[in-house]
């Protein structure tokens, strides 16, 4: 199965909102509701930020927001912090009952 | 709270079989509330989820990996198990073992293992 395709990296200012794209295909994002994503610091595990499409789990901050639309879901960040800067990946759930991520997005907080 | 932690050899050779356990604790793999599952990173690179297992016994593959790999769970123990057969270099990574999150096979990676690296190397 292919991953899902972010671009490698996305910058922005203390304060700016930032989007970050994750796209599939009718297979995986554009038939299921099942789209999450994960902030990954250097050396440290992913953290779940957002799970189906829009839903934040308990504990994370509500500058995080997600959406999709057809094949395509994105995760926007408003009022960027220093400690966002990381790497962040999609994934999704597949119509083969399995999961495929993104390739990752590294987020520059300039 | 709910802990989970990968064990294994941190090297294997060229075409045998890497072999990794996950210990659950603070919950049982037994109450059916969570599918568990296996992920991996290659250094610098992005995930790539493995497959994962029901406390049944019931294993779901990557269909990319589906020919090399076994994923079996111990319900007497809390644990469940990774096996990747005839690995190469391209099979050098950090393996995560992580819940479902109480939600079928959605992505909902709420807990992760510190996850450990294996190289493949002679």
């Known amino acids: 199965q292919s991953a899902l395709t972010q671009p490698a990296s996305v910058s922005g200012s203390p304060g700016q909102s930032i989007t970050i794209s994750c796209t599939g295909t009718?297979?995986?994002?554009?038939?299921?509701?099942?789209v999450s994503w994960f902030q990954q610091h250097p050396g440290k595990a992913p953290q779940l930020m957002i799970y189906?499409?829009?839903n934040r789990p308990s504990g994370v901050s509500n500058r995080f927001s997600g959406s999709k639309s057809g094949n395509t879901a994105s995760l926007t960040i408003s009022g960027l912090q220093a400690e966002d800067e990381a790497d962040y990946f999609c994934?999704?759930?597949?119509?083969?009952?399995?999961?495929?991520f993104g390739g990752g997005t590294k987020l520059t907080v300039l | 709270q709910l802990q989970l932690q990968e064990s294994g050899p941190g090297l294997v050779k060229p075409s045998e079989t890497l072999s990794l356990t996950c210990t659950v604790s603070?919950?049982?793999?037994?109450?059916?509330?969570?599918?568990w599952g296996w992920i991996r990173q290659p250094p610098g690179k992005g995930l790539e989820w493995i497959g994962a297992?029901?406390?049944?016994?019931?294993?779901y593959y990557n269909p990319s990996l589906k020919s090399r790999v076994t994923i079996s769970v111990d319900t007497s123990k809390n644990q469940f198990s990774l096996k990747l057969s005839s690995v190469t270099a391209a099979d050098t990574a950090v393996y995560y073992c992580?819940?479902?999150?109480?939600?079928?096979?959605?992505?909902?990676?709420?807990?992760w293992g510190q996850g450990t690296l294996v190289t493949v190397s002679s």
């Open positions: 992580a819940t479902h999150g109480f939600s079928g096979l959605r992505p909902n990676f709420d807990y």
């Open positions: 603070g919950a049982s793999i037994n109450s059916g509330s969570s599918y």
């Open positions: 297992i029901y406390y049944t016994g019931t294993p």
């Open positions: 009718s297979s995986d994002i554009g038939s299921y509701n099942y």
């Open positions: 189906d499409v829009s």
């Open positions: 994934a999704s759930y597949t119509s083969r009952n399995s999961v495929v």
